[in-house]
């Protein structure tokens, strides 16, 4: 099982990003994005299981962010409007069975590399 973020890069405030995600080897019901500034701890961002149906983290500006997956592809993405300058950070992929402990990073099996986000101001 192999996971492959991309996406990311450097991006002025208020513009978009939208990352992708492959994951290749096998089918999981529980994708999800977390992101991991230095010296902090890996943060849930969202999550999204087979059928599409997706949460987000309690703080998170959902007006902002979209998490969507296509099957077919077994790809996952996180669309992030509005970029704040508090949005860089590497966002990493994963990938895990059905869970409801979709927030913790010990719900998932597998990781991508990540794949870095710097919004400038």
């Known amino acids: 099982v192999q996971l492959q973020a991309s996406g990311g890069g450097l991006v002025q405030a208020g513009g978009s990003l939208r990352l992708s995600c492959v994951v290749s080897?096998?089918?999981?019901?529980?994708l999800a994005w977390f992101r991991q500034v230095p010296g902090k701890e890996r943060e849930f961002v969202a999550a999204?299981?087979?059928?599409?149906?997706?949460?987000y983290h309690e703080n998170a500006e959902k007006d902002r962010l979209t998490i969507s997956r296509d099957n077919a592809k077994n790809t996952v993405y996180l669309q992030v409007n509005s970029l704040k300058t508090e949005d860089t950070a590497v966002y990493y992929c994963?990938?895990?069975?059905?869970?409801?402990?979709?927030?913790?990073?010990?719900?998932?099996?597998?990781w991508g590399q990540g794949t870095q986000v710097t919004v400038s101001s």
């Open positions: 994963a990938a895990g069975p059905y869970t409801r402990s979709h927030a913790y990073t010990t719900a998932y099996l597998f």
């Open positions: 080897g096998r089918t999981f019901s529980n």
């Open positions: 999204i299981g087979w059928s599409g149906e997706s949460i």
